[in-house]
C-alpha cells in the first residue's frame, strides 16, 4: 500500500505566484520528511486552476529539496508538447533525481487548452498514444526513428539517458475501456480517477481494468494503479469536514470558469463520454458540491479514525491499494492546517491502513486455505 501527495498549484486571489510556489515546495519537502511515497504534479495552463505549466520544471525543484519520495507527473499532456522534448525532460529529471521519476500521461480534457494550443480536441486521443509509444521508444533505445501521423524523426537519440532503466509510465484513465485495455496492453501502470470532483463510481473502472486484465491473461494486480482522492483530515472532527469547504468552492468556480471540457449544450466530443456529466456536478445548484463530495467514498475528509475506515473499504471490496492525496483542493487552505493534516496522515492514518490491509489479507489467505 502506497500513499502520495498532489500538487496541482491552485492560486487562490490572495496569494501571488511565486508564494504559490513555494507553498507547494514546502508541502514537497514535508512529503519527502514525513515518509510519502510519491509527489504527483499535474500540468494545466491558462489560468488559476492549476499553475504547473512545466510539471518538469517544478519536478526538478522537488528533486532539489527531497531524498527519497519518487517525484512523477499526473499528468503531463504529450499533445502540448514535442515527444522529443518531453523525452529529453523525462531522462534530465531522472538524472537530477537520481532516478526517482515516474512519468504520468494523459490526453488532457480542457476544451480552452486545446484552444489556445491550436490543437484540436478531436485529435487528443490519436495524438496521445502516438506521442506515448515515441517518448517510450526514446528512452529505452539508444536511437530511434519513426514517421507518425503528427510527428516524425531521424536517428533521434536523446542525452542524457535516464538513470533508470526503465523509467515507469502511467496512464491517467476515468472509464474509457479503451484507453484502459491499450494501457494494459502496453504494460503501463494506471491512474484511475476523476480530475475535478472525487468519483463515486471510481471502482467500475477497477473492473473494466481486471476486465483488460483478462483479455491479456496476465494477473489482476493493482500494485501499479493508484486512486485519486480529496483528503483533509485533523484530530478535531468538525473542523476536519468544515474548514475545506470554502477552498473546495473556489476549486468549483475555477473549474467553472476555466476546465470545461465541452460547452454547455453542445455534443460531448466521442472521446470524452465519460465527462458528459460535467455540468451536473460541478454547475449543479441542487446541493453544495462540497455535500455531494463528503458523501463520496473517495472524499478522505473527516477524522482519522472515519478515514481509516474508508480506505479500509476500498481495500477490502474493490482492491485498492495506492492512493493519491489531494490535500489542499482550490490551493486556500493555510499552510499551517495543510502541513498538520499530512502529519496525522503520515503519523497516524497510513500506518493504520496498512496494518489493516495486511490484517485482511492474512484473513483472507486462511479462509481461501480452510
Request: glycine share 6%; proline share 6%; hydrophobic share 40%.
Amino acid at each position: 500500500m502506497k500513499f502520495g501527495i498532489f500538487i496541482l498549484g491552485e492560486k487562490p486571489p490572495m496569494l501571488p505566484g511565486d508564494e504559490v510556489y513555494r507553498r507547494n515546495l514546502d508541502q514537497c519537502r514535508a512529503a519527502d520528511d514525513m515518509g510519502y511515497d510519491t509527489i504527483w504534479l499535474g500540468e494545466h495552463h491558462f489560468s488559476p486552476y492549476g499553475t504547473i505549466a512545466d510539471p518538469f520544471v517544478f519536478g526538478a525543484s522537488v528533486a532539489a529539496v527531497t531524498k527519497h519520495a519518487r517525484i512523477g507527473t499526473a499528468v503531463v499532456i504529450p499533445a502540448f508538447m514535442n515527444p522529443i522534448r518531453m523525452a529529453e525532460r523525462v531522462a534530465m529529471v531522472d538524472a537530477i533525481s537520481g532516478g526517482r521519476f515516474d512519468l504520468g500521461l494523459g490526453r488532457g480534457y480542457q476544451q480552452k487548452e486545446f484552444k489556445k494550443f491550436g490543437i484540436p480536441m478531436e485529435e487528443s486521443t490519436e495524438r496521445f498514444i502516438e506521442s506515448v509509444e515515441v517518448i517510450e521508444n526514446l528512452l529505452t533505445h539508444e536511437s530511434y526513428s519513426w514517421e507518425g501521423k503528427f510527428t516524425r524523426g531521424e536517428d533521434i537519440n536523446i542525452f542524457p539517458r535516464p538513470t533508470q532503466q526503465k523509467v515507469p509510465f502511467y496512464i491517467a484513465v476515468l472509464r474509457t475501456a479503451s484507453t484502459i485495455d491499450w494501457g494494459v496492453s502496453k504494460g503501463y501502470g494506471m491512474m484511475v480517477g476523476n480530475p475535478y470532483i472525487p468519483d463515486p463510481e471510481l471502482s467500475k473502472s477497477l473492473q473494466l481494468l481486471y476486465q483488460a486484465h483478462d483479455k491479456y491473461d496476465v494477473d489482476r494486480d493493482v500494485s501499479d494503479t493508484w486512486a485519486l482522492t480529496t483528503a483533509f483530515t485533523s484530530n478535531d472532527e468538525q473542523f476536519a469536514l468544515n474548514y475545506p469547504r470554502d477552498s473546495v468552492r473556489l476549486n468549483m468556480q475555477f473549474l467553472q470558469q476555466y476546465a470545461a471540457p465541452f460547452e454547455r449544450g453542445e455534443e460531448v466530443p466521442k472521446d470524452y463520454q465519460a465527462y458528459s456529466n460535467w455540468y451536473d456536478t460541478i454547475a449543479s445548484r441542487d446541493i453544495d458540491p462540497y455535500d455531494k463530495i463528503l458523501q463520496m467514498p473517495t472524499a478522505f475528509i473527516g477524522s482519522p479514525d472515519s478515514i481509516i475506515e474508508k480506505i479500509r473499504a476500498m481495500n477490502n471490496e474493490h482492491g485498492w491499494e495506492n492512493f493519491i492525496l489531494t490535500l489542499n483542493k482550490g490551493g486556500a487552505m493555510e499552510q499551517e492546517h495543510v502541513l498538520e493534516a499530512m502529519k496525522i496522515f503520515a503519523e497516524e492514518i497510513i500506518p493504520a491502513a496498512k496494518e489493516n490491509a495486511e490484517k485482511d489479507a492474512e484473513s483472507k489467505r486462511v479462509d481461501a486455505s480452510a
